[in-house]
């Protein structure tokens, strides 16, 4: 009679726990899916990125599945649709786009900003949206800013006059890249140069400069991937062969970009590059392996027979790799019915991550040494801690410091 009681309970017991799964009032303890959406795995920053995501989440019990096919707004929406028909919780992405944030939530799928802080139209589109968690990194309006001033007055101090600037997405009205090039203006018309802004600019036209000495010349222009732009990389051409830079600033993935060009034009002695391996390259990325190759490496610009065997590199600002882990922890703390407790007011997150910045090759590696792909800087035990859980109530303001609290010296501190 015990026995013929126990069966029915049993499965009674067993009919309800399914019933509480399907309705989403338990969570099994299964692996949560992340996907990766990204614009290209040839930007060096991202693609480390995602290789140290891919390392950390296996012991964080997190399966990665990666998009690199966003190259624009309309393929972002069919790659994020993709990403989530493949069953993922959540999603990490590069990109800005209110389509990416509306497509994830009518999925009840999670999507966070990362290596940037979403442009203030995602904000006023979807900061009450609890699918759409925030973002991480370098503030706009300070740090981005700050980073092209700075840049642009070392280079000032330490004598260059000749400098070409690669302004990046400027031309599509990148928030991040917009305030980077403010941040040059302003550190070149502090220098003494007119920055002529022309009819109707409004920070998507690079303008000109001049400088009553005559020593001086600086000539702006917009580059990316310089094979998706045909007409911007004739621009490109056009300024490079213009003028006898000494230094070139790009404001973003120098290296990607510029080794499509300068390599190959500046390998050998002309009329008009009569030094050609005197060129050197400034640019915001990360503290990744191509970098490495680009910091400590003789370009093929720079042969001794040129007098120089220096890398082509000679300054970053950079995040260091693992930084990403953030987002990762976000994501995971979300999909674990946790994302509450990272909402202030309701609203989605902005938490500020700043900039390190590498002068010279040798502060460079001594910064990428910091937080390599075999050796990161935020291990999945230092993950584990800001994951929040019944004996672990992480608080707002604990995950918000962790982000913050990112500088070198502080990373350096963490790895003791």
Same mark, same amino acid.
């Given at each position: 009679m015990?026995?013929?009681?126990?069966?029915?309970? #049993?499965?009674?017991? !067993?009919?309800?726990?399914?019933?509480?799964?399907?309705? +989403?009032?338990v969570k099994t303890p299964t692996t949560v899916k992340v996907g990766v959406l990204t614009y290209s795995l040839d930007d060096a920053e991202v693609g480390d990125m995602i290789k140290?995501? /891919?390392?950390?989440? /296996?012991?964080?019990? @997190?399966?990665?599945?990666?998009?690199?096919?966003a190259s624009d707004n309309t393929a972002a929406v069919t790659e994020t649709e993709k990403l989530i028909s493949n069953g993922v919780d959540a999603v990490i992405g590069f990109i800005d786009s209110r389509e990416i944030v509306d497509t994830c939530s009518a999925a009840k799928v999670y999507y966070i900003r990362a290596a940037g802080i979403a442009n203030q139209a995602v904000y006023d589109h979807a900061e009450n949206n609890k699918y759409f968690l925030g973002s991480i990194g370098p503030d706009v309006n300070s740090m981005e800013e700050a980073a092209g001033y700075k840049m642009t007055k070392y280079f000032l101090e330490h004598g260059v006059k000749k400098l070409l600037i690669s302004t990046g997405l400027l031309f599509q009205a990148s928030q991040m890249h917009t305030a980077r090039y403010k941040g040059v203006v302003k550190a070149l018309e502090e220098w003494g140069f007119t920055h002529e802004k022309g009819a109707n600019y409004n920070w998507t036209t690079t303008g000109s400069f001049s400088h009553p000495?005559?020593? $001086?010349?600086?000539?702006?222009?917009?580059?990316?991937?310089?094979?998706?732009?045909?007409?911007? $990389?004739?621009?490109?051409?056009?300024?490079?062969? !213009? @003028?006898?830079?000494?230094?070139?600033?790009? #404001?973003?993935?120098?290296?990607?970009?510029?080794?499509?060009? #300068?390599?190959?034009?500046l390998a050998y002695p002309n009329p008009i590059h009569n030094v050609p391996g005197r060129v050197k390259v400034a640019t915001f990325s990360s503290f990744n392996e191509v970098y490495a190759y680009a910091f400590t490496t003789p370009a093929l610009t720079n042969h001794a027979e040129y007098g120089t065997t220096d890398p082509l590199m000679n300054y970053l600002v950079g995040k260091?790799? !693992?930084?990403?882990? +953030?987002?990762?922890?976000?994501?995971?703390?979300?999909?674990? +019915?946790? +994302?509450?407790?990272?909402r202030e007011n309701g609203k989605a997150f902005k938490f500020y991550q700043d900039y390190w910045y590498a002068e010279t090759p040798e502060q460079f590696v001594a910064m990428y040494g910091a937080d390599t792909l075999e050796s990161p800087a935020y291990t999945a035990q230092t993950l584990q801690s800001y994951i $929040?859980?019944?004996?672990?109530?992480?608080?707002?303001?604990?995950?918000?410091?962790?982000?913050a609290n990112a500088s070198y010296e502080q990373i350096l501190a963490l790895k003791k």
């Open positions: 015990k026995k013929m009681f126990m069966l029915p309970l #049993l499965l009674l017991t !067993s009919v309800v726990m399914v019933m509480l799964v399907l309705t +989403g009032c140290y995501l /891919k390392n950390v989440s /296996k012991d964080l019990d @997190v399966e990665v599945i990666v998009s690199d096919a000495d005559p020593s $001086y010349q600086v000539v702006a222009v917009d580059a990316m991937m310089l094979e998706e732009y045909p007409e911007i $990389y004739m621009m490109w051409l056009t300024a490079l062969l !213009s @003028v006898e830079f000494e230094q070139v600033i790009a #404001l973003t993935s120098g290296y990607e970009i510029l080794s499509q060009t #300068l390599e190959p034009l260091f790799t !693992s930084s990403i882990g +953030g987002a990762l922890v976000a994501c995971i703390n979300a999909v674990n +019915g946790n +994302g509450d407790s990272f $929040y859980s019944k004996d672990n109530k992480v608080t707002y303001q604990q995950f918000q410091d962790f982000v």
